[in-house]
């Protein structure tokens, strides 16, 4: 009997409940897991990293691997480090089990967001790492393939590339999957007009055409290349003609935020290539509010998770309330069956238990809300702004350090830099886009700074380090440190951190 009271009493066995509720939500949304790397939507499930730790616990690696891929899955959209993080618990969790499947999956998006955050090389040790798990899971091979091969276009590494495209190219046919067939073929049209073969690159896009009724997604990636190629052939009707249909798809069509933030930039380089200034400022309209409207999308996504956790933690407090009616009722009953005494033992070890319990709760609530917050707040312009300011550099970089200085390499390197080759004034083009006439305020706030320190003033705006202004101003490190210091002197800053002192004088 008092084995029965201890284990209607305790609130492990609805802990299990609600891991396994976890586990099996995030299945119903995803699968059995085969599908993860080709998913591109992803919902937010919450209870999983609580899964993860729990079933890591208990030594159940298995389980708490597979929750860890599934956190860090529906975390990608949300919370890009969390979602990292996850990656590498479940890269960790996957060892301890044997299970080699679910290693290479994290292994793979950690490889993706290498990528996507300018981590080539780091990103080319992923991915290869996920291969080597793979075997002979020939689709998710292939997919892992033609990361590699985009990764091996951005470091120039052409020959690496085009070994890889054409492992992925036959792993796709092998596996009769279009989809990613249209992918490695749109990176093999990517890879030959960078290397100035456009009448290659036009014969990869028109296959794609053949694969299959492509959707508008696929239709938008498709056009952009064709109008690109068509660009840097200088054959201008023709790329005249895929920018209108990418116009018409823009506006007639319901396509998401980011694919039309895609489409008026290409449009915008396009209307500024022709020198068509009454076009390209509509074109700057269109994509600004494109911009806009993704940046809301990320917003709302952001205030949807807020509330799917703060739902998940309202049910967890209710079902711990529930525990605690259940105690009561068990313990009333057990009064009737004990001794005083081993029920008074029981009901305070079972309180002293709870308390901290709930403590504990609380605790991670009131954490879990803090961060939240700061996310929230955290500016997602300045993120864009500097992650385009670096974007800038690392081509300014590239450039350096390639010998061909002339032709197709320092054409995109241009497009890179917003279209400038002077590295400042594509600086000054990207900062302006989000902060108009930026450089013109402080000029007009502080008319007794010379131009290099206004240029430095404006560069000083955003969390950039010495050495990246020093790139982007053609100046040298100690030059910028001592206009730093002569900036802290005639504005009077004080010792804190210099972007926030002087966004705030400047908002005076």
Known sequence: MVAFLFAACSPYPRESERMAEAMAQAEAVYGDGSLLIETDTALFVPGLAEASQYYAGKRQYGKAALAALYNGYTERDFDKEAAMVSFKEAERYGELAGDSLIMARAEYWMGRFLFNEGGEESALSAFKASISHFGNRYTERAVVENGLASTFILLTQFDSATYYLQNSLYGAQDVLSEKLELKVLN??????????????SIDCLRKTSRLHSLDST???????????????????????????????MATGMQIKSDTRLSIYGALLKFAEYLGDESLALRYRIEHENALYDVMSQQQEQAFYRIQKQYDYETLQNTMNKQIIQRQRIILAFGLLLLVLSVVILVLQHRHSRMLKSEEELRRKLDTLKKDLRQTVDASVVDKMVVSQLRNIIEANRAMSRTKET????????????????????AAKTVIETAYPNLLLVICEKHPDLSDTEAKVCLMSCFDLTNTEISELLDLSTNTINQNRSTLRKKLNLGSEKMSKQLRDLIAK
């Open 218 to 248: 696929e239709k938008v990636f498709v056009f952009l290349s064709f109008g690109k190629t068509f660009m840097a052939m200088e054959e201008m009707d023709s790329a005249a003609f895929y920018f209108r249909q990418l116009e018409e």
């Open 187 to 200: 990176n093999y049209a990517v890879l030959y007009r960078v290397q100035g073969y456009y009448e290659k």
């Open 406 to 425: 002339k032709g197709v390499w320092r054409s995109l390197l241009c497009k890179v830099k917003a279209g400038k080759e002077d590295t400042f004034e």
